[in-house]
């Protein structure tokens, strides 16, 4: 029985090993797939198969800086205990060195690149079948610039940003960027400034602040060009909290903006930022101590 690309991905999806792994089995198996699980098994590599269906919710971001690359890279685990496992945490690190080193297109490029003697998916499969617990590499950003690219990572891994600039790659450079990332991970922007952000972005949040000013009783009896600046007051208030420039920077005594601080260290452009919060959107795991303890005396 002859297999193609797409069972030996399927193989591999199912199973969490490594595409040459899923690749012998199949042709040792005749591409029967229910016989490659099988053999998979036998020889010790789908160990982590059955686990591949658990919630990985927790994990750590991690962020890598080399030169005039960084990287920041967000591994999912199911508990907060493994998380904060020397050995889960040296992963990563392996992972995001790798990507720095590789640039991989995405996270299924990253899984075939060669890390060490292995690749990252081999060795992924592997810290699952030792370590215990299902675990993903969910998603990664990385900065190639001819300027300057600086990192934070926030409470042990929770949150993790990368910022660029168009600058030298000076201390103070460094110093301000670590600043401005500081921001990033602390009030969360979503664009970098008011001309970053798309119209259709625009046109939700006003038809939000036209509904909630028409159902408020105070605004009925007034005319409609004060309920237009009403709402251009509001959403010029409101864009000015979610872009990164025109926030007000945290730890000005002035109420400067970001834009005004950078402005203020010297020839500093900045191009971009990237934030990633653990977990984010995903679902969590919600253990029932309860159940689990009736289910072993069972």
């Known amino acids: 029985m002859a297999f193609t690309a797409k069972d030996v991905k399927e193989l591999r999806e199912i199973t969490g090993c ?61 508990t907060d205990f493994v998380a904060k496992n020397d ?13 720095a080193k590789e640039n991989p297109a995405d996270v299924e490029a990253l899984k075939d690149t060669k890390c060490g003697d292995t690749t990252v998916g081999e060795l992924l499969t592997a810290k699952i079948a030792k370590i215990g617990e299902n675990m993903n590499i969910r998603r990664f950003a990385r900065i190639e610039t001819t ?5 934070y990572i926030h409470a042990a891994g929770k949150i993790g940003v990368l910022v660029e600039a168009d600058a030298e ?34 046109d939700h949040e006003k038809e939000i602040l036209i509904a909630q000013l028409k159902n408020d009783p105070k ?26 420039l025109e926030q007000e920077y945290v730890k000005a005594t ?16 900045l191009k971009q930022f990237v934030r990633f919060e653990t977990g984010e959107g995903l679902e969590k795991r919600e253990d029932d101590f309860a159940a689990e303890v009736a289910s072993m005396i069972k």
């Open 18 to 78: 490594g595409m040459m792994d899923c690749k012998k089995a199949l042709t040792e198996t005749n591409g029967d797939k229910d016989k490659a699980v099988e053999f998979l098994r036998e020889k010790g590599l789908a160990t982590a198969a059955k686990k591949a269906g658990r919630i990985a919710a927790e994990g750590i971001v991690k962020a890598y800086v080399d030169g005039n690359v960084g990287v920041l890279v967000e591994v999912n685990a199911e």
């Open 87 to 99: 050995e889960f945490q040296e992963f990563v690190s392996e992972v995001a060195k790798t990507i």
């Open 147 to 151: 300027g300057a690219v600086v990192e």
């Open 169 to 202: 790659n000076n201390d103070a450079v460094k110093e301000c960027l670590k600043n401005v990332a500081m921001q990033v991970a602390a009030l969360n922007p979503k664009y970098l400034s008011s001309d970053d952000v798309p119209q259709e972005y625009k």
């Open 219 to 244: 605004n009925a009896s007034k005319p409609d060009e004060i309920i237009e600046k009403m709402i251009t007051g509001r959403l010029a208030k409101e864009l000015k909290e979610v872009c990164l």
């Open 254 to 269: 002035n109420k400067e903006t970001v834009a005004k601080y950078v402005e203020s260290v010297g020839n500093i452009t």
